[in-house]
Every structure is written in C-alpha cells, then in structure tokens.
C-alpha cells in the first residue's frame, strides 16, 4: 500500500536513490489523484440526476454555488437550467466573492478581476442578468448558506480544463446533462443594434495570426468591453466605437438584438453563445475549450475563413 513520506523523508529519498525517488514522485501522484476523485465522488456528493431529485423532494428547492469566474458561470448556467427542469423546484444560486484566481496556466496576460475570480462589484452587474433567468429563484452573495451543490468541484484537477468543452463541466459533476444546442439565457432584445455588428475581443485567448484590420471597411462595427481592450482594437479599427454597458443584462440586451456577433474565448461571448445570436468565435488553438454549438453557430482558426463568414453574414446570406 502506498504510504506518503514526509518532505524531509522525500527529500532524503530525493539525494541518496533518485530512481526510487521518480518512482515515489510518480506513485504519489497517482495517489493524489485518487484521494480528490475519491472525495469529488463520495456518497455524499449529488453527482447524478437521481440524487439530485431525491434531494429536491426532501428540501423542496436546491442551493447551487459557484465561485466564478464570470463567463465559467455563464457556461454553468444549461446545467443549472436542466436541474431546475428535471426537479421542479426553486433553485439559488449563491456566489462566493472574492476568491483567490487560480495561476493561470493558459496565459501571461493579466485577468479583468485581479487576484480574485469574481468581486462585489461584478457580482452586481451579474445578477441583474441571472436573476431575469425563469430557472433561477435567486441569486446572491453566499454566507454560509446550506448548499447542496457546489459547482466548484469542477476545478478539482480531475477534468482536462484546458480542452474539454466548458459548458460541460458542470454536466460531469452533477451528472446532469444540459441542452446546449438549445439557448439557456433569454433576454429582450436591444433592437437599436439590429443593423450593428457587435465586437469584443479580450487580452486573453487570441489568436496571435488573426488581423482584425480589415473591419475598417465596415461602418456598422461597435465594440463593448473594458476600455483597453478597445484601444488595443482602434489600432487596428480607427473608427471603431465604443459602447459602455452599466451591467450584463444590457450587455446581454445588445448581443441579442444585434446583427451577429464577433468575440474570442471571453465573456461576452459567453453570452453570444448562450442566447444563440448569430456569432462568430475566433478559435483558441492551444485551449480550445469553447465549443460553439446550435443554430447560427461559426468558429474559425485562419484568417480567410474569418473574412468570408463576416462578410457573408454581413450580408444577410445563409452561412451552412
């Protein structure tokens, strides 16, 4: 049976048979992860459908948290929604603020939160959207709520987080399947932008071959986003107008009623892809963990495939 020394034991290990000591290196490894997959689906854990409704019926509604960050509550949001539907009860959801951003391990470039995964501030903004949800009863900051499934265990470095599909980690810890070809945020329209291509593009995820200078030719381009994320892409749009969102239901209004949508792996397209608004996805090869899926539904990797799907959408013809 495997049995875990000491730092000192394996440091002494480390020096006098390093042989042995890649081998401990590797047993423990194993060992490690075992014990989180052996706590990420303990008896206690509501890690299938029938354990989730059985909850339900005994509490008649279901405590939901999450940590964030934003657009990874966005992509839990089908799940949430399927939850809801196979139980029928009220479920909350509650957002633990402030905690610590993991390292990143997929880029250098700073994160819009800071240290944390998401603060009182972007909570606010957030809820104005989540709360408009027919699935969500309510939304609020958690203080030591009783919670019944805690969806942060998705970050428990069982999952392949840099590839797999984000709306379905979720899915695999509750064992609930979402829809999520089917849109699972609904929202008024902003019909003012239906003639407006609208675009975000964030300091993370980008696809270093991509220009985006070509949009100069086209007058109907509006950018929503942090202010400096839309420098960065008035160097390249000159003309390039900024609009400024007081919360994520606006935003969210916008993209729904404009004419289709261009982002990279960030969050509002998170919410492109949630309402199902004509979109264009601009591919992240070395994670790859956005997946578009449904009707009006386009992803690229190479810059002509970019120009023609715009250009085609631009004009109104059927992109298959």
């Known amino acids: 049976m495997f049995k875990r020394k000491s730092s000192i034991e394996a440091l002494w290990l480390k020096y006098r048979d390093k042989d042995q000591y890649r081998k401990y290196k590797w047993e423990l490894k194993n060992y490690t992860e075992q014990e989180v ?9 509501l890690d299938t459908q029938e354990k989730i409704i059985a909850a339900a019926k005994q509490d008649k509604l279901l405590n939901i948290t999450h940590s964030g960050n934003v657009g990874d ?26 905690r610590p951003l993991p390292a990143p391990i997929f880029s250098n470039t700073s994160h819009s939160m800071g240290a944390v995964m998401i ?18 009863n309510k939304t609020e900051a958690y ?5 019944h499934i805690d969806l942060d265990f998705f ?6 987080l840099n590839n797999a599909n984000i709306a379905r980690w979720c899915s695999y810890i509750t064992g609930v399947t979402p829809e999520l070809w089917k849109p699972w945020l609904l929202t008024q329209p902003d019909t003012s932008f239906s003639d407006k291509i609208v675009l975000s593009r964030s300091e993370r995820y980008r696809n270093s071959t991509i220009d985006y200078s070509f949009l100069k030719d086209y007058k109907n381009v509006v950018f929503i986003g942090v202010k400096s994320e839309y420098e960065d892409m008035k160097k390249s749009i000159p003309d ?3 609009f400024h969102t007081e919360s994520f239901l606006e935003m969210a209004q916008i993209i729904a009623g404009c004419k289709f949508f261009i982002g990279n792996q960030s969050f509002p397209y998170s919410l492109a892809e949630g309402l199902k608004t004509p979109r264009i996805l601009e591919a992240y090869y070395h994670v790859p963990h956005v997946i578009p899926e449904g009707e009006n539904a386009h992803d690229f990797y190479f810059q002509h495939h970019f120009e023609s799907l715009v250009s085609r959408l631009d004009k109104g013809d059927t992109v298959k």
């Open 37 to 45: 997959l052996n706590f990420f689906t303990g008896a206690d854990r």
């Open 73 to 98: 509550i966005i992509y839990a949001l089908p799940t949430i929604k399927k939850i809801h539907e196979v139980t029928g009860v009220p479920v909350n959801l509650y957002l633990r603020l402030d």
């Open 119 to 136: 603060n009182a501030k972007t909570a606010g903004k957030l809820i104005t959207l989540l709360d408009t949800q027919d699935y969500i």
């Open 143 to 147: 203080s030591d709520q009783k919670i």
């Open 155 to 160: 970050r428990s470095r069982i999952l392949p």
């Open 240 to 242: 390039l107008e900024l």
